[in-house]
């Protein structure tokens, strides 16, 4: 029997977000391969409703509630991030993030979670973190709404947490959801990624590295999206 109060919502969305979703992440290989291989919108709506009807609670979200990009940070970090449908209740999380280093495997799990507002803010937004054994942190919060502005302050400082630095500045970093992005998939592998257009002109080609095999190849930007170009075609 399904039920679909507020509260069994609230209820089930903390289960997921705060101990599923971690353990999958760290503990099961074909969920980060999920991950990995699909958009990340597809791996969270599917796998959050099933865990609505498995718990037997009517799943009240959309497909499009649903998101998430994914960029090589640097030479040997990948980062993944998805993002939740709009957290109504503390402590539900709007954003989650996974730091990957691709040179020896090390990764860690971050997630930006609704707080408590103590002063007077529209929103604050608790910046955490998971480890592999479910132990939960939390470093303190911002009050940014603006999606851009807030993405970009907390990936900078994950990624100083997962280096165990300070104050680390990163590359210039893709915003997955400008409307100028345009969408390719490795030849060899297929992961799916995607590159701001308003970055380069039509006509020219740029050289990438998937995150996923290491393949390196080059594509141009057409009329029509990004080509895989061959070597014959350089």
């Known amino acids: 029997m399904y039920t679909d109060t507020g509260e069994n919502n609230m209820n089930i969305m903390y289960e997921y ?6 353990d999958w992440i760290y503990n099961s290989p074909e969920f980060f391969s999920d991950i990995i291989n699909y958009t990340e919108q597809r791996v969270l709506y599917e796998s959050c ?23 090589r940070v640097d030479r040997d970090t990948v980062m993944i991030m998805l993002r939740f449908p709009e957290p109504q209740e503390v402590p539900l999380c709007t954003r989650m993030y996974i730091y990957v280093d691709t040179h020896d495997s090390h990764m860690a799990c971050y997630s930006v979670e609704k707080g408590v507002n103590l002063y007077g803010s529209e929103s604050v937004w608790d910046m955490c973190s998971w480890d592999e054994n ?30 165990g630095i300070e104050g680390a500045e990163i590359p210039e970093l893709l915003m997955y959801e400008k409307r100028k992005y345009r969408e390719f998939e490795c030849p060899n592998c297929h992961v799916l990624m995607a590159y701001d257009t308003g970055r380069i002109k039509q006509g020219n080609h ?11 190849f080059y594509v141009r930007l057409d009329e029509d999206g990004f080509a895989i170009l061959n070597n014959t075609d350089l």
């Open 17 to 22: 977000q705060h101990v599923a979703l971690p």
């Open 134 to 163: 479910g132990n939960h942190n939390n470093y303190g919060s911002h009050d940014v709404d603006d999606y851009a502005v807030a993405t970009i302050r907390e990936m900078r400082f994950f990624y100083a947490l997962f280096h």
């Open 49 to 71: 409703k099933r865990f609505f009807e498995d718990n037997g609670v009517v799943f009240p979200y959309q497909k499009d509630d649903f998101g998430g990009f994914r960029i």
């Open 206 to 216: 740029i050289l990438f590295q998937c995150p996923k095999c290491m393949r390196i």
